[in-house]
């Protein structure tokens, strides 16, 4: 049984296919639908996710059967995404494939839609309860969660787990995004804002983040930062 219809749901996804199952499952175990996009997983992995689409009902969407274009392809995913939202009067839900979600995580951002506002974002905690990237800002807070809303409109925000509103995807066009670039959260958080629309951050609804699961050399931004920015601007990686 769906629980919100009003949510059009998407996960991109390379690799990290276990992490990614539990990812799935969070989402389909309380009632939703998911459109899960394959962005040039391995052979093994794609087959993996073809076998929880007939298992759990879910739809995958495998890039390479329709760009040819290396990965990431956030852009067309984004793209797609926007067409089939406004397509259904939806509203577009962000789900990485390194987030796990709770029973109520979608229900409670569906519940702060109104007019005004452009994007609503659970924060992402670990397995401590700590804040962590990419809020990991809030560690400097005094309490851990609170019992109302971060009105964040300065802060960048992330795909990790966000709801993007049809008011938004109505005003923004995601056919103008920047092509040399690789993620779109910020440029679109700055979108909103410049649209007069409010970004909201729930403190008090979290989900457990992995970070970089499906892209692990982007560890090394903690482990060995030179070493990370190195391949970033030699190779022309990780453009935000």
């Given at each position: 049984?769906?629980?919100?219809d ?5 996960m ?18 309380n ?5 899960v ?7 093994e992995?794609?087959?993996?996710l ?19 274009h ?15 939202a ?29 007019s005004?506002?452009?994007?609503i ?27 109302k ?8 925000f992330?795909?990790?787990?966000t709801?993007l ?20 959260d ?7 804002t ?13 989900v457990?983040?992995f ?13 060995h930062?030179?070493r ?7 190779q022309?990686?990780?453009?935000i």
């Amino acid at each position: 049984m769906l629980l919100d219809d009003s949510l059009h749901i998407i996960m991109p996804i390379k690799d990290s296919i276990d992490i990614a199952q539990k990812a799935i499952e969070a989402i389909v175990s309380n009632g939703y639908m998911v459109h899960v996009y394959d962005d040039y997983s391995l052979e093994e992995n794609a087959k993996r996710l073809d076998q929880l689409a007939q298992q759990w009902g879910i739809e995958v969407i495998h890039i390479q059967d329709h760009l040819d274009h290396p990965s990431p392809n956030y852009r067309w995913v984004l793209q797609q995404a926007q067409h089939q939202a406004l397509t259904n009067n939806k509203h577009l839900v962000i789900i990485e494939s390194d987030v796990i979600i709770q029973r109520d995580t979608l229900s409670r951002m569906a519940l702060e839609v109104r007019s005004g506002v452009g994007m609503i974002a659970a924060v992402t905690i670990n397995e401590q309860g700590e804040y962590n990237f990419p809020y990991h800002y809030l560690r400097r807070l005094r309490y851990r969660f609170v019992s109302k809303h971060s009105i964040a409109t300065k802060k960048r925000f992330s795909f990790c787990c966000t709801l993007l509103t049809n008011e938004l995807l109505q005003k923004a066009d995601f056919q103008t995004l920047d092509p040399t670039k690789s993620w779109y959260d910020v440029t679109i958080s700055h979108w909103s804002t410049r649209l007069g629309l409010r970004n909201i951050l729930m403190l008090d609804n979290p989900v457990l983040h992995f970070p970089h699961a499906s892209r692990p050399w982007k560890q090394l931004k903690y482990t060995h930062p030179l070493r990370y920015y190195w391949r970033k601007f030699t190779q022309k990686k990780d453009r935000i």
